[in-house]
């Protein structure tokens, strides 16, 4: 390997060969648990003592070279944008990944063209890619992704797209089932928050759509509102409410819905005798405000089933198929 | 490159090269960016056009074996970790990191063992690896990052690493702060959180021993109270609260403070009469909780300074200091 003058000199594989007194292909076949070489266990303790006594690191990207592929999962999405509710169960995913051998990581570059962003992701040689906010994967993003050898793609996403593994989760029926609680509810002029924070249209456009979509079957409107995650943002919204004329709100997530309620109740607007508000995510806090949050819940699959399915479709292409998320209701005391 | 059978076929920097009407090494100089090589424009625009239709990526695993270093940071967190606060400041980063040329992940994985966690992240040979939670890298494991050629180790920590571009941050003095504060509040029996979610106590711990140290020049009980973020877990201890006997309580953050907070209240138990609560992050959601909730706020250094002292201690090996995180209490309702 080419080392800059200035980068401190790293282990090879050689001097553990000539530490543990055995040849570098033995090392090799240690190192890396090459199948069908029979190695002795004392000439393997001997390699694995030397490599530990060296600090010796077999090489990823080397490993990756020799194989055509590598062990990596690559997880496309921003920190802030994976929410309260998610965040536990990427943990869980990344553990069942684990068991299965891979090492995921998390990709938080940000890219206005999808194909670009696809270009980023495959300079790392990832085994797969797992998005999930998975519009992002278009056909055009997944043929670059195979081109650069990625064996795995899966997304949930609203819509199968060719090449990728789908499992769905359409952000539409979401808003379009908040709406049709606040029609329920006799709500005629309903608002539908979209975050200003980055990265969150992706998500809170389509939820705007299927909200949309089911007013426009009722004598009701749908009026978009921005609001940052901010208690200036949910004081100058709250401020103006009354222009606005809304009597129900979705608010995106459980987040901003408490935000918004609760600058709401401190401009003096009464919750939900005056405006309804539902929140998504059903966490845990939600049911603990007061009044308590209405929230659209969702049940994700479980990480096990996911990590499964990656995992088939890097060893053989092709993989049985994950329920799609569905979202429920929730009702409580601010709807 | 070795493909496996079973791959599909990359289009080469030979393919470009080919198409464009250029030699390999010009192909690598355009794509490559290398510095000292001048390539016309229009040989440029053809060798970017002809990598475009081919859908050509240049190979990071590849480029990081010919340079001896790559252009990744590596951010050893997992998801469920990094909170509300810190996930926006790490979008910043990533941003900012992005605009010197790096490639940012986050790897999740779980290690029980440091030194085996450095191999991990050494086996992506990153040029730089950022630690948010610093005690993690111990003067053993950045010995085996810096073998496997990590240039730049930078970390959030409460005390100098060899080795390790140290930015202070001093969980004890959190929970210093807080108990102070209890203490000045007149109590005497004092609760600590120690959140049940993996991952956490590295942080909750060192929060717990600042309390204790506070506390021990007082005439005045630290008492440890583990905690899951469920609403189960928060009102089985409010409904065993008064067995305890505390006071007062410091709730690891703010999250854990509103839900304990509204599972007292549910219980009966006055908030701030009987128990005073103290959170830390100072959320957004935070003053709109009623009562609203005291909080210990963090404030943290610029992305950009973060990112800046990171790309000049990959670039030149040493980078100015960045100012650390000094905890101040803000007092609210709940206290």
Redesign the interface.
Known sequence: ????A??????TSADVARLAGVSRATVSFVLNDTQGHRVSEGTRARVLAAAAQL????????R???????N?V?MPA???A?G?LV??W??DL??EL?RHGY????????FDDPLEAA??W????PAAVLSLDGDRLTPQTA??L????V?GMLAFASHPVDGVHTIAFDHASVGATATRHLIDRGRTRIGVVIPS???LDTLARPRLAGAEQVAARHPVTVTPVELA???ESATALARRWRELGLDGVFAYND?YA??LM??LL?EGIPVPDEVAVVGCDDL??S??Q?PALTSVALELPSAASVADALHALVAR?TAPGVPGIEPALVHRQSS
Do not use: F, K
Request: aromatic letters at 2%; proline letters at 3%.
């Open positions: 390997m080419a080392e800059e200035s980068a401190p000199a790293s282990a600090g010796y690191v077999p090489n990823a990207a080397a990756s070279l020799r194989a055509g592929r590598s990596l690559l921003s920190v802030s994976v309260r965040s536990e990427v943990d990344v553990s684990e090492t995921t990581v998390m990709h938080a570059g940000r270009r980023a495959a300079e790392l040689r043929e670059v195979r081109r650069a050898g064996r924070e980055r990265g995650y901010t208690r987040e408490a935000l609760h600058a401190a845990v806090l049911a603990l007061r292409g």
